[in-house]
């Protein structure tokens, strides 16, 4: 083991000098929130990837294989179809309204700050939440490595993240992101998934000893496929963190097409997931969980050193999704939240002043979720409750300002309110884990957004013409602090 030990060392040590480098190029607000926007294709689409293939995507997502078979695919596949939707239909758009959240796109549709506050602290919900379970994460991968007790390995784990985040913002992310992809993409792909196969016997065998269910594409049933749909295809098209790294990219181009090969990457990783996860159910049938196949498959079946390697990755997947989380949550949470209950309206007088702002509140936020990490009980019902409201309160409000000229700031407003209210009663009358939520959250979601904004005056002309002004990418960037809205 002292060589898988060495591994994951330099791999760690690694991240941290990234992180150091990383700082040195963040020196303004740009820089360090959205990497100057100025990533080129490859840097692009492995980032891209790095952030949307987390720990449930490689963990979780062999452990579905191990349950399902097959059709354990469909948790990561519903996920490399949002982002393809986003790249192909929405990231030019995005790409060019040259801002840093997803509130401040709502303000410049709509006009004014009064849809901002509200999405914003939705926003910042679902991106603190998915920062906690990528966070909890670590406790599972270091207890495999070093049989290391659960806090130590949360604030192990999670003070790497804060450190390199903290120091660089998204130029550190973005460098440690690329390095992670190359990871992941060596150990997940061209060591385990082989590995893995070959022990099980091959196909051929692993046809012969399960169930045929095993190998049925929709074995994991329609309902099951629909709700990924709703809330990991359609949390792709809206969530903060996947927002963020398209600001990153150097053009509409870049986004739309390392988008693309990006979300194509994720369906090749969610097939070999599935079958990883097939594999380990011919070699180890009796697992207490489905969740422990990733950890027992690579502790019992690899070499040493690919086994460092794998482990490597799994720590890479965690790392990427927890440091793009955090830097988003910290963005909302300053800019979105802070900035505007502060009231202020005009920038401050240097960038280097919003670099120490918002690398304070990478900090700050990283801190509050290694302390949530830490405390929590149930990951799933946690992240549940953020995705819900997540899709329920926002997606109707964000894709209608994109495709719907008719919506109105009201419309926006009653959407969020009456879709997030839904969510939060169906989920106490129906269980946090039920579908209802989702599904008529949504649904009212829409109904109030539709009936409202045709029942209010349409949007001002003006606002509507600097809109499109943006949208062709024909206006600067927004100022660095929310402008109030007009009385």
């Known amino acids: 083991m002292a060589v898988d030990y060495l591994v994951i060392v330099i791999y760690l040590a690694g991240m941290l000098a990234m992180g150091w480098w990383g700082m040195r ?132 784990g999670g003070s790497i993240v804060v450190a390199y985040s903290t120091l660089g913002g998204m130029w550190s992310i973005t460098l440690t992101d690329m390095v992670q992809f190359v990871v992941k993409t060596i150990g997940v792909l061209l060591l385990l998934l082989p590995i893995a196969v070959v022990k099980a016997g091959g196909f051929g065998e692993m046809k012969a000893q399960l169930p045929s269910g095993y190998f049925d594409p929709l074995g994991i049933g329609g309902e099951t496929i629909f709700t990924y749909v709703l809330i990991y295809t359609f949390g792709m098209l809206i969530g903060q963190d996947i927002w963020q790294r398209v600001f990153t990219a150097r053009s509409d181009r870049t986004a739309k097409w390392g988008g693309t090969v990006a979300g194509t990457y994720c369906l090749a990783y969610a097939l070999a997931g599935a079958v990883i996860g097939t594999a380990a159910k011919v070699l180890y049938p009796k697992l207490g969980s489905a969740d422990d196949a990733f950890a027992t498959i690579v502790k019992e079946e690899l070499p040493v050193g690919v086994r460092g390697l794998v482990l490597a990755a799994a720590l890479a997947a965690v790392m990427s ?8 949550c910290a963005t909302v949470a300053n800019n979105d939240i802070w900035s505007r209950l502060r009231g202020l309206g005009k920038a401050p007088s240097a960038d280097h002043d919003e670099v120490r702002g918002n690398r304070a509140f990478i900090l700050l936020m990283g801190l509050a979720v290694i302390g949530t990490a830490i405390a929590i009980d149930n990951v799933v019902e946690a992240l549940t409750v953020a995705y819900n409201l997540l899709v329920g309160g926002l997606l109707v409000p964000i894709l209608g300002g994109l495709v719907w000229k008719r919506g109105t700031v009201y419309g926006a407003l009653a959407s969020v309110v009456v879709g997030g209210l839904a969510v939060i009663v169906l989920m106490a009358t129906h269980g946090i884990l039920a579908n209802e939520p989702v599904y008529y959250g949504l649904l009212a979601s829409l109904a109030a957004y539709l009936a409202v904004s045709l029942a209010t005056p349409a949007t001002d002309a003006a606002v509507l013409a600097a809109w499109r002004e943006r949208l062709a990418g024909r206006s600067p960037e927004l100022p660095s602090e929310p402008v109030p809205a007009p009385q």
């Open 321 to 328: 999704t927890s440091s793009g989380a955090l830097i988003a």
């Open 25 to 156: 190029r963040a020196r303004s607000k740009s820089e360090f929130l959205v990497a100057g926007r100025r990533l080129g294709p490859a840097m692009y689409s492995g980032t891209m990837a790095a952030i949307v293939l987390g720990g449930a995507s490689t963990i979780g997502g062999v452990g579905l294989g191990y349950q399902y078979g097959l059709s354990g695919a469909w948790m990561v596949f519903t996920i490399g179809l949002g982002l393809l939707a986003l790249s192909v239909f929405f990231s030019a758009r995005i790409a060019r309204l040259k801002v840093y959240t997803v509130s401040e796109m709502l303000d410049l549709r709509y006009g004014g700050g009064r849809a901002g506050i509200i999405s914003g602290v939705v926003m910042w919900a679902y991106t603190l939440m998915l920062a906690v379970t990528s966070t909890i994460a670590y406790a599972t991968i270091f207890d495999v490595l070093f049989d290391m007790n659960r806090t130590l390995a949360i604030v192990l």
